[in-house]
Structure formats: structure tokens, C-alpha cells
């Protein structure tokens, strides 16, 4: 079993930022890439950015040059800091991660139970 923790969530107003963070525990052989994916209310769940385990960054359209997603391999975390916050932004911000399962070595992909961000403007 994987389990996959989102932290950092919050109120913020137009403009400013906020900090989510992700844990990955459990059976972990390795873990390959890691990102982010929101959902607002009535819509699909989208990806927001993702980085591979050497450090490849992908991201949206919408959150290129404010967002930026980070990582560390050694405590099996994965950051995004978001500044210039809109009120689009505003959604359920899930963590999703996926690799081998140190158990029987078997890949898996695995997500958390996300973490509310609301802008106001």
C-alpha cells in the first residue's frame, strides 16, 4: 500500500501565494513522476504540473512562469508554490504519483485525497 498525503491548502487572496506539499510512504521501490492535478467545481480534473525523477517539468498553460513544482527524491516529496494566485486557481488540489512497489516490484499509481485552495478577489 501507498499512501499519499497533500498539505498546504488554504484561504488566499488574488495575488498572493500559497505552498502545497506531498508525502509518499509506504511500500516504495521508486517513484517515477510525481504532480499535480486540480478540480473545480463542475469541471474535470486537469493537470497542473508534473516532474519526472530526474527533473523534467511539465506544466499547464494557465500556470506557466507562477507556478513552479519541486521535489525531493530522498523524502519521496513533491512541492508546487503558487504565487500570482487568480481566482480561477481555486479547486481541489490533488497529489499523484507513480512507480514500482518495492514489495514485488510492480508499478502503481497512486493518489491522494486532495487539499482545498480558494482565491478570493
Known amino acids: 500500500q501507498v499512501q499519499v498525503v497533500e498539505s498546504g491548502g488554504g484561504l488566499v487572496q488574488a495575488g498572493g501565494s500559497l505552498r502545497l506539499s506531498c508525502v509518499a510512504s509506504?511500500?516504495?521501490?521508486?517513484?517515477?513522476?510525481m504532480g499535480w492535478h486540480h478540480q473545480a467545481p463542475g469541471k474535470q480534473r486537469e493537470l497542473v504540473a508534473t516532474?519526472?525523477?530526474?527533473?523534467?517539468?511539465n506544466y499547464a498553460d494557465s500556470v506557466k512562469g507562477r507556478f513552479t513544482i519541486s521535489r525531493d527524491n530522498a523524502k519521496n516529496t513533491v512541492n508546487l508554490q503558487m504565487n500570482s494566485l487568480e481566482s480561477e486557481d481555486t479547486a481541489v488540489y490533488f497529489c499523484?504519483?507513480?512507480?514500482?512497489?518495492?514489495?514485488?516490484?510492480?508499478?502503481?499509481?497512486?493518489w491522494g485525497q486532495g487539499t482545498q485552495v480558494t482565491v478570493s478577489s
Open positions: 516532474i519526472t525523477s530526474g527533473g523534467i517539468t
Open positions: 509506504g511500500n516504495i521501490f521508486n517513484l517515477n513522476t
Open positions: 499523484n504519483v507513480n512507480g514500482q512497489r518495492n514489495s514485488d516490484r510492480r508499478f502503481f499509481a497512486s
